[in-house]
């Protein structure tokens, strides 16, 4: 009963932390750029969103400054990467490096606390059970969600978003087919790392807090939910609609696996080496697959009208 009570607590920060996947998921397969900005910018969008309402702003309003914060910080990591020339894994680390400081200026120490009894969240750790369904952290997130998914598709279809894409598979022809390949990245990476914001300011409304440290390593998460999802889907899921939300399925996921992990009594100090280790095997299963498990072909004959 422990676990099952547990549970809706996990697909509710599962939920959460799917947006930050599918901003990862941007970057990592979209842009195909390695950016590790992101455990900066989870931080960075939980300081505003609580700041601000500390200060007296709409939830919303909130939770908008907070997106607009990590549409800032990508833009940043994109002028790092495209003006200075600086390699895309070495301009996430510097801008992740220079938000640690700007999170603490902002938040003014290293922790902000935000009480659900006299702020109206969207969601929280309370609104889990014995609510009504509109108010339920799950539902609500799981709107956030789907509307993310919808107007990235949108998004993704136009000639912007195709042009992005197409700089993501094949930089050199989209450059040749006159695609501003370097605006295209500078805007891939504000999109991930707004989504990224945005997770950051749900997650703190969620926990009650925001902490210098809620970043750290959520990367890997990310990176975990992508292939997770990937790995169960990619078989059924073609659809661009469809791959996002196998990452937010695979983010769900991990947050349950997680969750059983500790139901056994697994020692919690272990539980970031676990992460590495499920995200390593999923990176190998492709390479073992292919070096493994499939037979090479070997042409037979030649042709009959040679």
């Known amino acids: 009963m422990t676990l099952v009570n547990a549970l809706p607590g996990a697909v509710a920060q599962g939920l959460i932390w799917a947006i930050m996947a599918i901003g990862v998921y941007i970057t990592y397969r979209v842009l195909d750029i390695a950016d590790l900005t992101v455990d900066g910018t989870l931080c960075t969008g939980g300081a505003v969103c609580i700041m601000c309402m500390l200060a007296g702003c709409n939830v919303w309003v909130s939770i908008l400054l907070a997106t607009c914060a990590g549409l800032l ?38 922790n902000q606390a935000i009480n659900v009894n006299q ?56 450059r040749a087919q006159g695609i501003n390949t370097n605006l295209n990245k500078v805007i891939g990476l504000m999109i991930s790392n707004g989504l990224v914001a945005l997770s950051g300011a749900l997650l703190a409304q969620y926990q009650g807090f925001a902490d210098i440290n809620m970043g750290r390593g959520s990367i890997v998460i990310g990176l975990a939910a992508v292939i997770i999802g990937e790995a169960l889907f990619s078989r059924i899921f073609h659809n661009f609609a469809l791959k996002m939300l196998s990452v937010a399925i695979g983010s769900v996921i991990y947050y349950l696996v997680y969750q059983v992990v500790i139901w056994f009594k697994v020692d919690t100090d272990l539980l970031k080496a676990f992460s590495a280790i499920v995200v390593a095997i999923f990176l190998a299963i492709p390479y073992w697959k292919g070096k493994y498990f499939t037979k090479p072909t070997v042409a037979k004959g030649g042709d009959k009208n040679a």
């Not at 600086?86 to 200026?105: D, E």
């Not at 992005?164 to 989209?174: D, E, P, S, V, W």
């Open 73 to 110: 910080a990508g833009f940043v990591t994109g002028i790092f990467h495209t003006f200075m020339g600086i390699q895309p894994i070495l301009a996430g680390i510097l801008t992740q490096l220079a938000l640690w400081s700007v999170n603490l200026k902002i938040m003014g120490k290293a």
């Open 119 to 174: 702020y109206d969240l969207i969601a929280s750790l309370r609104y889990i059970k014995d609510v009504p369904f509109y108010q339920n952290t799950i539902f609500v997130v799981a709107i956030f969600v789907a509307v993310v998914i919808a107007v990235l598709y949108w998004f993704f279809g136009t000639e912007l978003g195709c042009s992005i894409r197409a700089t993501g598979c094949n930089a050199n022809m989209a």
